[in-house]
């Protein structure tokens, strides 16, 4: 399992109501109804992700998240979760909105295109990083809206968002050391619990 989705589990209540935007095959919903025994919904728009979910009895949605989350009620989840998406997204700060509309709490993940591998390559290259992080090309990259950890936490600011706790994860030896002491510098992805 992904270390983000383990992270997120120790978030998750017991017995809660949780929905998942991007939800992909539903491997973290699935996981979390054999531990947490959740109550969950993903929403998903691929073709593929959607028959996984299905192949693993994970309740599903097809639904495009951009168009926002008017089938839900206020409040109406304990937890939304948004793992690797957010930065696809065409409205990031509309979808994190309606995110704290549906949930009373919401988990964020996202890579930080702020890491100094990416700063590097391009100062050096002068070219769009490519990486195990983000291994597309500019042209094909389904990331439209790089952000950095202190961008995030900045738009939570603006929308008077908590940030109720804050991981963030470096894959390589040296980024483990030092990602501490400035994460915006040496995080590779950032796992955020916000509310309002």
């Not at 930065?87 to 993940?109: F, H, N, S, W």
Request: net charge neutral; with cysteine; glycine share 6%.
């Amino acid at each position: 399992m992904r270390l983000d989705y383990k992270i997120i589990e120790q978030w998750i209540k017991p017995k809660s109501r949780v929905l998942d935007l991007g939800c992909g095959d539903g491997t973290l919903l699935n996981q979390l109804a054999l531990t947490k025994q959740v109550r969950s919904y993903g929403l998903e728009i691929s073709e593929a992700g959607i028959q996984a979910c299905i192949e693993k009895a994970v309740n599903v949605i097809e639904q495009n998240i951009d168009e926002g989350l008017h089938n839900f009620d206020d409040k109406s989840f304990d937890t939304v979760i948004m793992s690797q998406t957010l930065q696809t997204m065409y409205y990031p700060d509309k979808v994190l909105a309606e995110m704290l509309r549906v949930g009373r709490e919401c988990i964020v993940t996202f890579p930080n295109f702020g890491h100094w591998r990416a700063r590097m390559q391009l100062l050096f290259k002068g070219r769009m990083p490519v990486s195990d992080l983000l291994p597309y090309e500019w042209y094909n990259t389904p990331n439209i809206h790089f952000c950095t950890f202190a961008d995030f936490e900045a738009l939570c600011r603006r929308m008077e968002v908590t940030v109720l706790d804050r991981v963030v994860v470096a894959n390589s030896r040296w980024g483990l050391d030092v990602h501490r002491l400035n994460p915006n510098w040496f995080g590779e992805t950032g796992i955020y619990r916000v509310s309002r």
